[in-house]
């Protein structure tokens, strides 16, 4: 009995080493485009996904997945322009360029103060996360990052960042990484009640 349980553990062991050997792997190096110079504490992601890493001090990144998966690789620094690779599993390895941040101000018109942030921030997490069981039990943790607006012509509200929306999921056990890019939600009156929804994209 003894034998048979320990060829049994032994078994099971080789299994698992075979099956972390055949997970895939993204990897790659970040570069400056402008100086060519390797980039370090880069953050590396499969959107949507609670697959994330780090560049090292070389510029290099290994990131081991559960399985291929069709979405994009986005590559994040705070000083550069985020950058999106489609299909990242057929471009192995990696060579990423980012270009640096254009911090010059531009102007910026708010058409409507009707709503205060929390009010716009209450109404964006319902329409993001869901208002079921599963969605309430997520936060966001950088929520100070999202930038909101509320247009009162279009009767829409609007989100961007230029970080990844960084969500624990409380209900499922994980953390995952999000692109927003264009979030908006068009209302049937100059409202935020999500019973006058009319369209969201």
Partial sequence: MVRKFFLFFLLSGVFSILH?????????????SET????????????GTSFSTKTNESGVFYLKV????????????????????????????????????????NEVVIKSGRFSREQLYKAFEQQFLGD???????TILNKEDIQLRYDEDEKT??????Q?????????GYRLHCLLTDFRVR???????????????
Avoid: W
């Avoid at 079921?132 to 997520?138: F, I, T």
């Fill in 157 to 162: 509200l609007s989100a961007t960042n230029e």
């Fill in 66 to 105: 559960a399985k291929r998966m069709n979405t994009q690789l986005i590559i994040n620094h705070i000083s550069y322009e985020i950058l999106e690779i489609n299909n990242p599993f057929e471009k192995e390895p990696i060579e990423a360029y980012l270009t640096a941040k254009d911090y010059s101000l």
């Fill in 187 to 201: 209302y049937s009156d100059k409202s935020l009640n999500a019973r006058s929804m009319n369209l969201y994209y």
């Fill in 36 to 47: 060519k110079l390797p980039i370090a504490d880069a953050s590396v992601y499969l959107n």
């Fill in 20 to 32: 972390g050997q055949n997970a895939p792997i993204i990897m790659g190096k970040v570069y400056d």
């Fill in 164 to 172: 990844p929306v960084i969500v624990e999921n409380n209900y499922l």
């Fill in 132 to 138: 079921d069981k599963a969605g309430r039990s997520c």
